[in-house]
Each structure stands twice: as C-alpha cells, then as structure tokens.
C-alpha cells in the first residue's frame, strides 16, 4: 500500500481588529490559542510591523502615517487577513 502525506489547504478566516478606524492603539484577535505570526503592511505592500502574539496583540499606531493597511497572521491553522484604518 502507497502512504499519501495530508497536507491541510491554508484556511483563509478574517481576523478583528479594534477599535478600527484607530488612532492610539489597536488590538488585533486572531482567536488561535496556538502562537501566530501578526504582520502590518501598508498598501504599497512595505511590511511596517511584525510581531507573534497568541489571541491577541494590542499595537500602538500612535505613530503611524494615516491611512489603510491590511493585517495578515497567520498559524498552522490558516491565514486570517484584514483592513485597518488609521487616524
């Protein structure tokens, strides 16, 4: 008998973010209670921040240029993505 190897297809889920539009801090749920990996990209595609976090991470966007950026983290589990706003 021949052995196949399963490999899971990434799951795509839609991560919240709050309060959004932000202009202080923001938290980011990524409801996994494994360690995931949080990036921040700003829409011409520049990484502007990383961390890992598990279920959530609170970000100070004090600092930040307004404007729209989209978040993405991601585990062994999938890959959740959304849109921040920052004011």
């Keep these: 008998a021949r052995a196949t190897l399963g490999i899971q297809p990434s799951v795509e889920m839609e991560a919240t973010i709050y309060p959004n539009p932000a202009k202080d801090m923001v938290t980011i ?23 890992e976090a598990v279920n959530s991470a609170a970000i100070n966007v004090s600092q930040w240029q307004n404007g729209v950026y989209i978040v993405r983290s991601y585990d062994r589990m999938g890959v959740r993505t959304a849109k921040m706003v920052v004011k």
């Design 29 to 51: 749920m990524t409801y996994s209670n494994m360690p995931s990996t949080i990036e921040v990209f700003a829409l011409d595609g520049n990484k502007v921040y990383e961390t």
